[in-house]
């Protein structure tokens, strides 16, 4: 990395101002990158051993803002706003968004905090790339911690076609209405209750937590700061044998949090229940704690402590107990 580039993004990071957050020091993220900027945020002492977060699909790096204050505090916590998300800026125009492209945004910000060896926490979404990561790059990962995530999202093969297609033509769509619609501003009020509606495991107050990055208060009330085109198809898709082969590969260490309420249970009546056993059953056979607690999707929000003995566990290399039943609150505290 440029030592320009450096200078710029530690420079960035010192000109926020810093706060006492539940005795952890918080600053504000800023890396430049050739369409803009990728912001988060950052917990912890500058040599403190590092941890990347990578929130879920259409939220932002406030999704971390009441677990991290649990975990260990000796340890330095990055927490990326992706790219269309949060505080970051836009992919440039005609651009899809893809795991390969966020994949690239990870290693920008890897590149700017010269970080050589790390640990990840991704949720969701997040947990996709993050395992995407330690893929592509396993010597860099010490550990890997999944938040209702299964790490990848296989497709049937002859789906792709059709899949891809689909998110061209929305797109194409997409580009062609662009200046016919102007961005729409919400009372503060009615953002809150878009949101939950969107996304009905979020507590009103990880609503309001979620919104402090996830809008911007224009004239008249906020508009949402996220980039539409995440919500269009995702065209770049990867087979079963594609991401089994691909969770072969990781080195890290890797515990999986499951939330009995979240995504696992979307998969009950779901054709693709079997396809998500199957991966499962990949990670555990590398090795894999995998950790079923009480919650819904967002449970690392809404109630981190249920988890997050779990997690510290796992940083400080402590055995994990492997469970296929949920995890009481009680339990969880012993683990």
């Not at 430049?32 to 932002?60: E, F, M, S, T």
């Not at 809150?192 to 009103?204: I, T």
Request: with cysteine; proline share 4%; aromatic share 8%.
């Amino acid at each position: 990395m440029g030592l320009l580039k450096m200078f710029k993004t530690i420079n960035a990071v010192r000109q926020f101002s810093t706060v006492a957050t539940m005795e952890h020091a918080v600053s504000e993220l800023c890396v430049p990158v050739p369409w803009g900027q990728i912001r988060g945020k950052v917990w912890g002492p500058d040599y403190g051993r590092p941890v990347l977060c990578l929130h879920g699909w259409a939220d932002n790096c406030g999704s971390f803002n009441t677990l991290i204050p649990l975990l260990p505090k000796e340890w330095r916590y990055v927490a990326m706003d992706m790219v269309g998300h949060g505080l970051s800026s836009h992919r440039p125009e005609g651009v899809f968004y893809m795991f390969p492209s966020y994949l690239t945004d990870v290693c920008q910000v890897i590149e700017a905090l010269q970080w050589k060896r790390f640990s990840i926490i991704g949720h969701s979404m997040g947990g996709n790339v993050a395992s995407l990561f330690s893929t592509v790059y396993p010597e860099m990962v010490e550990s890997l911690m999944l938040l209702d995530s299964y790490g990848f999202m296989p497709t049937e093969v002859e789906n792709m076609p059709g899949t891809m297609r689909k998110g061209i033509d929305e797109m194409i769509q997409y580009e062609k209405r662009k200046g016919e619609k102007t961005e729409k501003v919400y009372t503060y009020e009615k953002a809150v209750e878009r949101m939950r509606a969107a996304n009905p495991s979020l507590s009103e107050k990880s609503v309001h937590i979620l919104l402090e990055r996830g809008s911007t208060e224009v004239e008249g009330g906020v508009v949402f700061n996220r980039d539409f085109r995440i919500n269009l198809t995702n065209i770049l898709r990867f087979s079963m044998v594609q991401s089994l082969d691909m969770v072969s590969r990781i080195q890290a260490r890797v515990l999986m949090v499951l939330a009995d309420e979240g995504f696992r249970k979307t998969l009950e009546e779901s054709e693709k229940k079997q396809m998500y056993e199957e991966l499962l059953k990949g990670f555990t056979d590398k090795g894999a704690s995998v950790v079923t607690v009480p919650g819904d999707h967002h449970v690392h929000l809404n109630s981190p402590e249920t988890l997050a003995q779990i997690l510290t566990q796992h940083l400080q290399g402590q055995a994990v107990t492997r469970s296929d039943s949920p995890v009481t609150s009680k339990d969880s505290a012993k683990l």
